[in-house]
């Protein structure tokens, strides 16, 4: 069964994701239950999410989900743009409400989360491979 679409192609959000994402070695994406995903050999980041408040599921549409480093998760649960996703929530993820794609704040650390995500995902090599000059 196919899963409905959750983006559009032209979101200018999505694309300054793609932008930080697609720069990490050996990265490719795809689209996985309707939504942007961003892999190596395992995913390490999904752009948009949703939770389910109170019988109803509530989107986050331009939001990443990625996988924090589990020594930092609970001080990222504390801000107000963070949230547990729906399924991954379980396993560590979380999920992050973007800026606008104009902000002049807020990608840089979009960006180290990302970053911290991919180390946790990508495997030896890869990692290696990122932090050559």
């Not at 840089?108 to 180390?119: K, N, Q």
Request: aromatic letters at 10%; a negative charge; proline letters at 6%.
């Amino acid at each position: 069964m196919a899963h409905a679409k959750h983006f559009r192609d032209d979101d200018p959000v999505l694309s300054r994701v793609r932008e930080i994402c697609l720069e990490f070695p050996d990265c490719d994406e795809k689209v996985s239950h309707g939504r942007p995903a961003f892999f190596t050999t395992k995913v390490f980041t999904y752009y948009g999410g949703s939770v389910k408040v109170d019988g109803e599921w509530r989107q986050h549409d331009q939001s990443v989900m990625v996988l924090p480093d589990e020594s930092e998760r609970r001080a990222l649960l504390e801000d107000a743009r963070v949230f547990v996703p729906a399924y991954l929530g379980p396993s560590g993820w979380i999920g992050v409400d973007l800026p606008s794609a104009d902000a002049e704040t807020g990608w840089d650390e979009v960006a180290e989360l990302i970053d911290a995500s991919y180390r946790l995902t990508a495997g030896n090599r890869r990692v290696a491979r990122l932090d050559q000059p």
